[in-house]
Every structure is written in structure tokens, then in C-alpha cells.
């Protein structure tokens, strides 16, 4: 039933799976040829530095001085990056960055946090220090810029350390939540401070290394109060100087208690301003989250522009530190958008671009809080879904700023997974975005397993290159004509009474102000109203299929199918069905009969010359993918079962040395990764006298040619034949083509 083909291909039917599987493993140190990107790179100089202009990411040029003619605009492709220098020796370094280097990535964003010691902040802990510097040193070598997230919770503030007031419940440490650190003086200098010495400990002013940073990563007091997890920690000594601020905001905007008292007219709720209240005694009553209905809508509103202000002063502390310290030039943003939705247009007006993240078929974990040997995930595409996690994150963009994602998934076991990257980098290089870091490349991948992981699919390597060429080189096109939907200050302050952050593409529908697949359409941001008083009316969003005003991008939200046909490449993602025949540009795709009917193809010239005049092209054709079950012998792969018997939850089969838990743990797969295979058969209308069609090894070295039969002249081009019976099996297809 296995049988072993070139150098590293078995082929697997399995009764049980129900699919056709291969063994592929990447070699992700040895990487060359078509599936090798690294010539994107070069060494980051001075004249790499990372400033903003315009709306987007530049690098200052050749004259070292930004805004001038030399300025060459640069989008950042990476990963969210989790080999912590604390434990990972700095000898893997090198090893690392030219990995990363051959996937096309030029970015990696990684939490500063995990640079300090036990406290109080801010200690740093030099061998932590001098491990990430050489870690840096390795990312520059091969042009590689590190987005520093300055906090991530990871350093837990305890009052007894940090010789701060104990809080409610006297526990030894500040919960995360209660987003005290956030807003407490002591802290928010102690934090400032941490990171100016930071950046000065790891040599960096100056440094082009550094190329753009994050004050907090998913930290907003806003939420957190909408939540209602501000008050509940509050002791005396917090009330009281949160009481203090909040008397402090409303003198600075009223003056005194009678101005006051004529804005906070009784309207639904009971509470304006209380007899024993006045600003004099600045004793005016903070609004709880909880009780905020007893309150009149003017107090509430006041309250929370109060939260959004001690958010921007927070996120504008640390940026001015940044600049002090390293350069004015390094982008700065505060949290990502939906921590704090609508109102961050607020919070976050001193920025310097706008981050968010998202995750498709994020694993539910249905015991314990990520108990690794309970979870279940959905198993459904991002295409098939409607592409709504993309279609909220064009509408959280903020106009007239560079835009990031710099946290998104789609889970490993996730069938579709393959989808994720490259459909990604096509709607974002359409909406012209500027950033896209995958969460995440962790410690794992240093082994030979190849990955598989609640992080990451093995399948995602395949393409994750073509994923990072296509949006670095503007191999897309960007929309013509860009939307930009005008936020009133009325909207933001009924979201924020509603108590909403999450979800802002569904919220700006909800008061009718936008209509979410005008995203497929045009390029779109959300603004301040007052900030675009000429806003013109926000155009149709038409119905399916729905085609980019470039015509490069369609998307058929009935066939469940997203299309892209540029110059430079063609490709098509989703459920393409079987015995039919869809059109990209110069390729006509049809899966064959006894595939699962789900695809994810995409060509890419090699030679920087469009596709039909291309002299050499790579195909990738990833399956999904699984890890080997422990145990099994012979090896086969892990198997994904039903949860629980539930239909429509999914998980894998438990390990034979742990029959009894519910799931595998969620990284207990191991080598070798089995591929699905996807028979299929592209037709490439192309001038050309010969096409030579080579499967590629894990390494990318070329296998034996394709056979005659397989590769058919047809009129107006050629006719192949990927994964065939018979041929050895592959993710990755060079086609050479000789002209007449």
C-alpha cells in the first residue's frame, strides 16, 4: 500500500482518510531554485531606514534624508516571531534568517517583553540583550527589519516588586486585564523608560534594523473598560487617582461645575451631575462599566473620551521615547484597531500607521483554557466563509496611514489552510495595504518535523514564498479608486455606549454607513468625519461575483471561488469543483474527478516578465497536510475525527499512549508531513515552442520531466497534467519554456 518513489515521495490511499496523501517535507535549509525568494533581499543599510510618507512605508534612499526623490516605497512581509533569544542560543541565528530570507520575508515582529528579568521594570536581563542583538545582527545580514512590540503582558507588574499600591483582592500580581499599568503614573513611566533603555542596551538609534514598532500588543484601556474589567481591581489608592484624572479631564474641558453641570443634562439615565459633586472638589464620580445605564448619555460620553484620551497618552509616551531614543523617523502604532474599535480613531490619532489581527478557525479549546488535549476547530475555508475576516480588516484601516496585519492564521489542521497566505497578500496588495506578518514561526520549526502545529500547516510553506513575492513586488495592482467611510463623532461615541470593539466592518453596516463588500471592489479605510469633510458618497458594492476596479481580482461568493489575473500571475483559490473549468488570466484550471474539489494553484513568472512572455514559471499546488501519528508503524498520518461525535467540530484522533483524552495534543504530530494530493490539469495559452514541465523536490531541485502525455499541445498554448498517476508527486512545478 506504500510505496517509495524519488528520493522522498511515498505515496498513501487511505481507506480511512478518504484521501490520496504523499510525503513532502521542505527543506527549509536547503531551498533553492524556483521556490527561493531570497533574492528579494539585500543587506539593510542606512539607507533602508523606515519612515512614513504619503499614507505608506518608505526607505529614505541613497541621500539618507527622507521625502526626496531617492524615497522608494517598501511593503513588509514576515512573521510574528516567537524564538525567544532568552532560550534559543544566538548560534541559530544565521540559520534562522536565511530561512526566512528563501521564504521572501523581510520583517519579523517580536516581543520586546521577553528581554527582562523577574523586576521591577525596567531590568533588563543582559544574556537576553546580548543573544537578541546578535539576533539582529543575523536579520539585518539578510535584510531583514524586526517590529518591536515594547509590551505584551508578558512582564506581570506585582506591587510588591514594582513598589506600587496593592490592588482589590490584595493579589500579587496586576491582572492584565484591569489595564492599570496603562493609565497608573508610576507604571506608564516605568514602561517609558524601559523602553528607552531598551533601545539603548540593544544599540539601535540609528539602526535600520529597526523598522517599525508597536507600543502594545492587543492592550486597550477602552475595551477594558467596556468589558468591565477596569473598576473590579481598583483599590482605594487606583480610584482615587483614576478619580483624580478623570476630575483633571473634565476641569481642562468645562472649566468649573456649572458649565458641567448645563452639559450633563438628565436625559434616560439618573446620574448627571450628583449635589455633592463639583470639580472644585474634584470629586466628580468615575463611570463604572458595569453601571454606566444609571448615567446620563452626556456623562457617559465624556467618560468614554476620557478612556480614549488616557489611551492616546499612553501609546503617545512611548512613541515620543521611541523617537527621543532611537529616531523620529521609526513608525509607531499603539494596540490594533479593534481594541477599541471606532474609538481608536481617537486614541489613536498620533500614530503612525494602523495594526490589526485575525484568525481563521482559531482552535476552540472546550475544557480547560488552552488545554492542548481538548480542542476542536471548524475546518472551513476562508474563501468558502465569504472572506470575512478580510473584508472586516479593510474597513478597520485607517485613512491616510500605512496598514499592517501583523497576527493572522488559518490552523493547522485546517483542510483549507494552504488558502490563507497567498489570497491574503492578493486582497491586500488590492487595498494597497503595507504590512502582513503570519503568526507565527516559532521554536519548533529547528526540528525536522516540519511544522505542523497549532501555528502553522506545513502546507503553508509551499506558498508562502509566491505569497511574500506577489505582495513585495506590486504584482497585484491597486485599486483605483480608493473609499474612504467618514466616522462621525456621534457613531463613535453610540459604539462605544453599546460597549463594542470587535467587529467594526459589521458595526459601520449595522448604522448603514458602509457595506462590507465594497472591500472586493475599491480599496477602502475608515476616518474621522470631521477629518474628511469632502467625503464623497461611498460608491456600490454591486453584487456576485464581485471584480476588483483593476479587473486583476474576482471573487464569486455563491461558486465559493477567489480568482486573481495579472500580468505576472494567475491563480485560482477556493472550491473549484471538479470536471469544470475555471479561468484566470492566461490559465485555465480543472480539478480532476477524484479530487476533493478544494484548490489552491497559483503561477508566478520567475523572470519578472508577465506570464505569457515568461521564459521560466512556478506552479505550487499544496494539499492540505497532516504529521505523522505517534506510534503508528508503518508510519501513516495523524487522522482528523469528529469531536466528540459532534457534527460540524473536528479534531485529530489521540495518541496511542493517551487513548483516553478527547484530542492529540496539539503539537504531537511527527515527521514525516504527509501532502494531499490535488490532481488537476492547467491550461497555459502561451506562444511558446516547447514547455518542459519539472516537479520539484522538497529542496526545489528539478525532478525527472513530466512525460509527453502529460504535458499536451493544445491550440494557443499547452494542456498539463499535474499529480498524475504515476508521476512523482509535488507542490511545486517549474515550467520552462523555450520560444520560437
Avoid at 452639559?263 to 450628583?274: E, N, P, Y
Avoid at 466628580?284 to 457617559?300: E, H, L, P, Y
Avoid at 486614541?347 to 488535549?373: I, K, R
Avoid at 464623497?536 to 464569486?556: F, H, K, M, Q, W
Amino acid at each position: 500500500m506504500i510505496r517509495l518513489t524519488v528520493g522522498l515521495l511515498i505515496l498513501l490511499t487511505s481507506a480511512l482518510a478518504g484521501e490520496d496523501l504523499y510525503r513532502f517535507n521542505i527543506d527549509q535549509d536547503r531551498l533553492h531554485g524556483g521556490p527561493d525568494f531570497s533574492s528579494l533581499n539585500h543587506p539593510l543599510g542606512p539607507a533602508d531606514r523606515l519612515f512614513v510618507r504619503d499614507g505608506h512605508f518608505y526607505r529614505v534612499g541613497a541621500d539618507l534624508r527622507p521625502n526626496t526623490a531617492d524615497d522608494e516605497r517598501v511593503r513588509l512581509f514576515g512573521f510574528t516571531f516567537f524564538l525567544m533569544p532568552g532560550v534559543i542560543e544566538a548560534t541559530e541565528a544565521p540559520r534562522v534568517a536565511k530561512r526566512l530570507r528563501r521564504f521572501g520575508v523581510n520583517v519579523v515582529r517580536y516581543p520586546a517583553g521577553q528581554l527582562v528579568t523577574k523586576g521591577p521594570l525596567p531590568t533588563l536581563n543582559p544574556v537576553s540583550i546580548a543573544r537578541f542583538r546578535q539576533w539582529l545582527n543575523a536579520f539585518k545580514a539578510e535584510g531583514i527589519y524586526v517590529y518591536l512590540i515594547f509590551n505584551n503582558t508578558s512582564y506581570p507588574f506585582r506591587p510588591a516588586v514594582d513598589h506600587v499600591p496593592p490592588i482589590a483582592g490584595d493579589l500579587p500580581e496586576i491582572p492584565t486585564a484591569s489595564r492599570i499599568y496603562m493609565w497608573y503614573p508610576k507604571l506608564v513611566q516605568a514602561q517609558v523608560e524601559y523602553a528607552r533603555q531598551l533601545i539603548q542596551a540593544l544599540d539601535l538609534k540609528d539602526d535600520p534594523v529597526l523598522g517599525v514598532a508597536e507600543v502594545h500588543n492587543e492592550g486597550s484601556l477602552t475595551r477594558s473598560w467596556q468589558q468591565g474589567d477596569v473598576d473590579k481591581y481598583l483599590s482605594d489608592e487606583y480610584r482615587d487617582e483614576l478619580q483624580r484624572l478623570w476630575n483633571e479631564y473634565l476641569k481642562q474641558r468645562y472649566g468649573a461645575t456649572e458649565a458641567l453641570r448645563a452639559a450633563w443634562k438628565k436625559d434616560r439615565g439618573t446620574r448627571s451631575v450628583l449635589a455633592k459633586e463639583s470639580l472644585e472638589a474634584g470629586n466628580v464620580g468615575i463611570v463604572q462599566g458595569k453601571d454606566s445605564g444609571f448615567s446620563c448619555t452626556a456623562r457617559v460620553n465624556d467618560y468614554i473620551q476620557f478612556m480614549a484620551e488616557l489611551d492616546r497618552r499612553y501609546f503617545r509616551a512611548t512613541r515620543d521615547a521611541v523617537h527621543q531614543t532611537a529616531t523620529p523617523l521609526v513608525p509607531v502604532t499603539g494596540t490594533q484597531t479593534e481594541y477599541g474599535g471606532v474609538l481608536n480613531l481617537d486614541a489613536h490619532d498620533e500614530m503612525d500607521f494602523s495594526d490589526n489581527h485575525f484568525y481563521t478557525d482559531h482552535p476552540n479549546f472546550a475544557g480547560a483554557e488552552g488545554d492542548q488535549s481538548d480542542w476542536r476547530i471548524k475546518d472551513y475555508s476562508s474563501v468558502g466563509d465569504g472572506l470575512w475576516d478580510f473584508l472586516n480588516n479593510a474597513a478597520i484601516r485607517v485613512a491616510g496611514r500605512p496598514h499592517t496585519v501583523s497576527e493572522y492564521q488559518q490552523h493547522w489542521p485546517n483542510r483549507q489552510a494552504a488558502e490563507i497566505d497567498p489570497t491574503l497578500a492578493i486582497f491586500a496588495s488590492f487595498q494597497d495595504w503595507d504590512g502582513l506578518m503570519h503568526c507565527c514561526y516559532s521554536t519548533r520549526f529547528l526540528s525536522e518535523s516540519g511544522g505542523a502545529q497549532m501555528g502553522f500547516s506545513p502546507t503553508q510553506f509551499a506558498n508562502i514564498g509566491q505569497a511574500a513575492w506577489l505582495f513585495r513586488t506590486f504584482a497585484v495592482q491597486a485599486g483605483k479608486e480608493p473609499q474612504v467611510i467618514p466616522v462621525d463623532k456621534d457613531l463613535r461615541l453610540a459604539v462605544g455606549r453599546q460597549k463594542r470593539s470587535y467587529h467594526v466592518a459589521d458595526i459601520l453596516s449595522e448604522f448603514d454607513v458602509y457595506r462590507q463588500q465594497l472591500a472586493l471592489i475599491h480599496p477602502v479605510a475608515m476616518g474621522r468625519a470631521e477629518d474628511y469633510p469632502n467625503a464623497r458618497p461611498l460608491a456600490s458594492a454591486g453584487s456576485s461575483p464581485y471584480r476588483s476596479d483593476t479587473g486583476e481580482v474576482i471573487y464569486d461568493q455563491e461558486r465559493k471561488t477567489l480568482l486573481v489575473q495579472s500580468p505576472k500571475v494567475a491563480g485560482a483559490y477556493g472550491f473549484l469543483g471538479t470536471k469544470q473549468k475555471i479561468t484566470a488570466g492566461l490559465v485555465d484550471l480543472e480539478l480532476a474527478p477524484g479530487a476533493r474539489g478544494f484548490a489552491s494553484i497559483l503561477l508566478n513568472s520567475l523572470d519578472r516578465k508577465p506570464l505569457g512572455e515568461s521564459g521560466r514559471l512556478l506552479l505550487s499546488t499544496p494539499g492540505f497536510s497532516l504529521a505523522t501519528q505517534p506510534g503508528s508503524n508503518p508510519p501513516r498520518p495523524q487522522r482528523m475525527v469528529p469531536y466528540r461525535g459532534i457534527k460540524g467540530w473536528w479534531t485529530l484522533e489521540p495518541e496511542p499512549k493517551n487513548p483516553n483524552q478527547t484530542s492529540a495534543l496539539a503539537n504531537s504530530g511527527i515527521a514525516p508531513v504527509w501532502m494531499e494530493r490535488v490532481e488537476s490539469y492547467a491550461t497555459l495559452r502561451t506562444s511558446a515552442r516547447r514547455l518542459t514541465v519539472y516537479p520539484l523536490d522538497g529542496t526545489g531541485e528539478r525532478q525527472a520531466e513530466l512525460p509527453s502525455q502529460a504535458v499536451e499541445r493544445v491550440p494557443g498554448g499547452f494542456r498539463i497534467h499535474l499529480q498524475a498517476d504515476g508521476q512523482p508527486y509535488s507542490v511545486w512545478y517549474e515550467f520552462v519554456m523555450e520560444a520560437r
